[in-house]
């Protein structure tokens, strides 16, 4: 890939003989901690317990933490039934199924 110490080819001319943009060479990635900490946790939930049925609120009590207060939390879904289920569950729900883009 890219040798950023590389005295005889410089990176502009790296990226060109890769046919990338230069401007990818500088870019960094912004990681959110907590994102990644979310996704993983619904990996974790669909591995170990498929037969969830979405929707359900059995999905979000596997990863409510009690020390964090329900008005964090956000159910999304697209339908009637994913209401009951965000409301069973306590916490706000957005229809996305209303979201007009």
Known sequence: MIDRDNCEINLTRQA???DISRSQIYYQP???QKEI???????????????YIKPSSEGFFSIYD??????EYLFIGDS???IGAGKEAGV??????EIKL
């Open 16 to 18: 060109e003989l890769l």
């Open 92 to 97: 706000d729900f957005i229809n996305i199924a």
């Open 30 to 32: 912004i990681i959110n």
């Open 37 to 51: 900490h979310i996704k993983n946790t619904i990996d974790k939930i669909y591995t170990d317990c498929p037969f």
């Open 80 to 82: 009637p039934v994913d």
């Open 66 to 71: 009690k020390n964090i207060s329900k008005s």
